[in-house]
């Protein structure tokens, strides 16, 4: 069983920072895709972006391309999502996932942490 542990959101201003972490832990095959998902208010769960275990592959949402960066530490398996450039429209709650499927629909992902709030004020 594997568990995820979202930290790092927060309250910034358009245009702003903030780095997410997703710590990991339990039983990791080294086949797992990694990714992050948002939902912001009254929508459906999104794509963000993935990263394969070894951290070789990533990818995005058109929408975040250029500012966020997802990446995995490969000593403590903590996944990462910079995410700079913060806009309003980024405001979501943020979740971590993995799974053994390429995809980046919420459905192919197993497990799921328990997502920590971004918001982006104007």
């Known amino acids: 069983q594997v568990q995820l542990l979202e930290s790092g959101g927060g309250l910034v201003q358009a245009g702003d920072s903030l780095r997410l972490s997703c710590a990991v832990s339990?039983?990791?095959?080294?086949?797992?895709?990694m990714g992050w998902f948002r939902q912001p208010p009254g929508q459906e769960r999104q794509f963000v972006s993935r990263?394969?275990?070894?951290?070789?592959?990533?990818s995005y949402a058109d929408s975040v391309k250029g500012r966020f960066t997802m990446s995995r530490d490969s000593a403590t398996g903590t996944v990462y999502l910079q995410m700079n450039s913060l806009k309003p429209e980024d405001t979501a709650t943020y979740y971590c996932a993995a799974g053994v499927i390429l995809s980046i629909r919420p459905a192919d992902f197993r497990s799921w942490g328990q997502g920590t709030q971004v918001t982006v004020s104007s």
């Open positions: 339990g039983r990791t095959p080294s086949n797992w895709i």
């Open positions: 990263i394969t275990w070894s951290g070789r592959m990533t």
